[in-house]
T-cell receptor, first 112, second 115 residues
Framework: KQEVTQIPAALSVPEGENLVLNCSFT??????LQWFRQDPGKGLTSLLL?????REQTSGRLNASLDKSSGRSTLYIAASQPGDSATYLC???????????FGKGTRLSVIA | GAVVSQHPSWVICKSGTSVKIECRSL??????MFWYRQFPKQSLMLMATSNEGSKATYEQGVEKDKFLINHASLTLSTLTVTSAHPEDSSFYIC???????????FGSGTRLTVV
């Protein structure tokens, strides 16, 4: 059964800093991996989706990588801004018919 | 892109009453709908999986008679919390997908408060 772990649980950085959020998963037979953002009391915003055949995806200041052999994914945020403050969730599925399994998230605070 | 419309966004109900949450896929056919709940400061936990026209499959520890899921069409799935109690207060969110695609589309969630 797929399990997803995120480290660190919380992170506070000054504005402008580049940062990396880590995600690990137990089942290397991954179908896809998705990063989400969740603001307090709100729903999910999909940031990046990496298919099993891909190694990375980029969107603006965000870059996500996938290493199936080591069971890891990273989300890189460049030039962080206070508006990036939110909880970032990593989720993985093991096949096309199975649900996404979520990590507990990393709560990011970017200080102006 | 694919959109799942979830309603209501929030609801307050009295203990013992039932609440229905709707998720509609607006521009795609959701062959599968997943239902999650999220307690404060915790991550999303899968409650059940429903395929159009079939009975839902519930995760261990989720009472199927309490959380009724209906997925009668490819564009509508509902979750009814029956005889709600304060411990059912949570954030409920649905996620739809179409066979053959990689993406999962999430609704905006429903915050349920039972008083």
């Amino acid at each position: 059964k797929q399990e997803v772990t995120q480290i660190p649980a919380a992170l506070s950085v000054p504005e402008g800093e580049n940062l990396v959020l880590n995600c690990s998963f137990t089942d290397s037979a991954i179908y896809n991996l998705q990063w989400f953002r969740q603001d307090p009391g709100k729903g999910l915003t999909s940031l990046l989706l990496i298919q099993s055949s891909q190694r990375e995806q980029t969107s603006g200041r965000l870059n996500a990588s996938l290493d199936k052999s080591s069971g890891r994914s990273t989300l890189y945020i460049a030039a962080s801004q206070p508006g990036d403050s939110a909880t970032y969730l990593c989720a993985a599925s093991s096949s096309g018919n199975t649900p996404l399994v979520f990590g507990k998230g990393t709560r990011l605070s970017v200080i102006a | 892109g694919a959109v799942v419309s979830q309603h209501p966004s929030w609801v307050i109900c009295k203990s013992g009453t039932s609440v229905k949450i709707e998720c509609r896929s607006l521009d795609f056919q959701a062959t599968t709908m997943f239902w999650y709940r999220q307690f404060p400061k915790q991550s999303l936990m899968l409650m059940a999986t429903s395929n159009e026209g079939s009975k839902a499959t519930y995760e261990q520890g989720v009472e199927k008679d309490k959380f009724l899921i209906n997925h009668a069409s490819l564009t509508l799935s509902t979750l009814t919390v029956t005889s709600a109690h304060p411990e059912d207060s949570s954030f409920y969110i649905c996620s739809g997908r179409t066979d053959g695609t990689y993406g999962y589309t999430f609704g905006s969630g429903t915050r349920l408060t039972v008083v």
